[in-house]
């Protein structure tokens, strides 16, 4: 410890390199290599953590493990006694950290608060051993301050992005920074104007919101009204997180700013609107986001979904399409003619099945048009037509122009009433291939929700070739998830009434920094597919029992929602409690 604790005195790359020598994490070689290459003006102004991070040298005391910003930064933690704390922007009051200290202040010493508390500061950095900060934050602040140790290169970044995040709230329409009961009283005398939604640093918000989000890999933006504040919400595999709470003048504005970017009406605020922006991620690719606007109670709530371009790449294996369930898929996809139906709540990867699908049977041999209401994803390889009520072009109007067009498969976005259901039929029985998605719980009740529409049993019986449910479960983390043993009653419930066997070994989630402490790290499919045999079909019927059909499609191989969540489990995919919590349970006689 000798080598780094000197009083008032930053780290030196030198001392550094020596006491991990000595920790056993670096070999003496890598250290001799380091400390005798010169370093450039920028390197020498830099933490030696963050330079030794950019060796990307072994951690000598893991095998295969980089010594990067985090295991350097623990490591240092350890040595000074100080707890370490990963930066974590959704975990973060924003507005609250940036009040404590300018950011001149934590540029110069390179800390940044990362936690206000009524008479404490908890305040990062990569410096343990320099104090000079303390007492003047100390006096200024007038609250005890209690250091951690974290990578440097994170509080480097996030000090820059956090102050223009504040810097650009405080500044739009001239408001200085403020509590939001003052912002209230404010705007109550009309010292504030309403910000422009072209404002440029309402612009800065919006950039850094859609570039955070996509960092986060974020699947929804929800941006909610309150009385006094506007809430930021992100959906991040399937669970939303609060992210940040906007003065309301300036979540107005950042509302209006994403309607003029999605081309809507910023005027129109009494109706539902959508919209869509196409624009680039960090990494630049394309991503199109849909905007979905709704009258509330305390103004415009407005939800982006984010289409990652990505999942039209991926194969039907990352999908969670594998095995029979693939082959039964595929051979419903060769067929010539007849209806395929994708069932599942909204959110359950209908569409994103359905694209991939299309995309892989799109050859320059066929011609593949939908109708969708909205266009979800714009593809190259289809023509895509978009509902439009305001001119009497619904689903069902779409399919009847789409039959002149000369089409080989005609996905429709949704089935919803008993004209588009005729439509769809009309078309497969002339030689086309259709798929469509239903909203109900399992592959057999979309039978049933046919004959509720008005669909005669004998025309389901001639067209509908099959019909794929499907849910969307969390995967958990492969950098930290363990093994451990079946619970035997929960495997029974789980898999009850139908005998399958427990597997040897499960694992449950842990938690780390790559999956932000929740042990899951992305989201797969599972389905369930029941094909239209003949003795299924003899069993559709106008008053026909969903019971007996069920029964009859499980008897004929059809594994259900929570079997196909158990074999995920089984191959240490997921949970049991993950797949309860989306899967329906079987209905009991």
Not at 114 to 123: F, G, N, Q, S
Not at 476 to 496: G, I, N, R, S
Not at 555 to 563: A, D, S
């Amino acid at each position: 410890m000798n080598q780094l604790a000197t009083p008032d005195r930053p780290l030196e790359l030198r001392n550094i390199l020596l006491a991990l020598v000595e920790d056993g994490r670096v070999s003496q070689g890598d250290a001799n290599l380091l400390s005798g290459t010169p370093l450039s003006g920028k390197q020498k102004e830099k933490n030696p953590l963050s330079i030794i991070a950019g060796r990307k040298l072994v951690d000598q005391s893991s095998s295969g493990k980089t010594l990067d910003g985090e295991r350097l930064s623990r490591w240092l933690a350890e040595r000074a006694k100080l707890d370490w704390c990963n930066i974590d922007p959704l975990e973060i009051n924003v507005s609250k950290i940036t009040e404590v200290m300018s950011f001149a202040f934590a540029k110069r010493h390179k800390i940044l608060c990362v936690a206000v508390k009524p008479d404490e500061l908890i305040v990062a950095t990569a410096e343990p051993h320099v104090h000079t900060w303390v007492e003047q934050l100390t006096h200024t602040a007038r609250r005890h301050i209690t250091k951690v140790i974290a990578d440097p290169d994170d509080i480097e970044r996030y000090t820059v992005e956090f102050y223009s995040l504040a810097k650009s709230i405080s500044g739009v329409g001239g408001a200085a920074t403020s509590v939001v009961n003052n912002f209230e009283q404010l705007l109550e005398v009309g010292a504030v104007k309403d910000p422009e939604a072209n404002d440029q640093h309402i612009v800065n918000i919006v950039d850094w919101l859609l570039q955070y989000a996509f960092e986060q890999r974020a699947s929804d933006i929800h941006l909610e009204p309150r009385r006094t504040v506007g809430r930021v919400r992100f959906r991040i595999d399937g669970v939303l997180h609060q992210v940040y709470e906007l003065p309301m003048n300036v979540a107005t504005a950042v509302t209006s700013r994403l309607k003029v970017l999605g081309r809507m009406n910023v005027a129109e605020k009494r109706k539902p609107q959508d919209g869509r922006i196409k624009t680039k991620s960090p990494e630049g690719n394309e991503v199109e986001l849909r905007l979905s606007t709704l009258p509330t109670a305390f103004g415009e709530k407005m939800v982006l979904r984010i289409f990652d371009p990505d999942v039209l790449l991926r194969s039907f294996e990352q999908l969670g399409l594998v095995g029979e369930d693939l082959a039964l898929w595929q051979d419903m996809l060769s067929r010539p003619n007849g209806i395929v139906l994708v069932t599942g709540p909204t959110g359950s990867g209908k569409t994103t099945t359905l694209y991939s699908s299309l995309k892989r049977i799109a050859t320059d041999e066929v011609n593949v048009s939908t109708i969708e209401d909205p266009i979800e994803m714009v593809e190259d390889a289809f023509n895509q037509t978009q509902v439009q009520h305001n001119i009497g072009l619904d689903f069902a109007a779409g399919i009847r122009t789409l039959m002149r067009q000369d089409p080989d498969i005609i996905m429709v976005g949704e089935i919803r009433d008993i004209e588009t259901a005729e439509m769809a039929i009309q078309a497969s029985l002339t030689g086309h291939l259709v798929l469509s998605t239903l909203h109900t719980n399992d592959a057999p009740a979309a039978i049933a929700r046919m004959v509720d529409l008005g669909v005669p049993s004998y025309l389901i019986k001639a067209s509908v070739l099959g019909v794929m449910a499907q849910r969307l479960v969390r995967t958990l983390c492969p950098h930290c998830k363990e093994a451990t043993e079946v619970d035997a009653a929960a495997w029974q419930q789980l898999v009850a009434p139908w005998k399958a066997q427990a597997p040897a070994k499960i694992y449950k989630p842990v938690g780390c920094l790559e999956c932000r402490n929740t042990g899951y790290l992305g989201r797969l499919a599972i389905y369930e597919i029941m094909m239209l045999s003949d003795s299924v079909k003899a069993l559709i019927k106008d008053d026909g029992d969903l019971m007996v059909l069920r029964k009859q499609a499980v008897k004929e191989g059809m594994r259900t929602l929570r079997l196909s969540g158990a074999q995920k489990v089984g191959a240490g995919l997921t949970t049991i409690e993950e797949v309860m919590r989306v899967a329906p349970a079987p209905d009991r006689d």
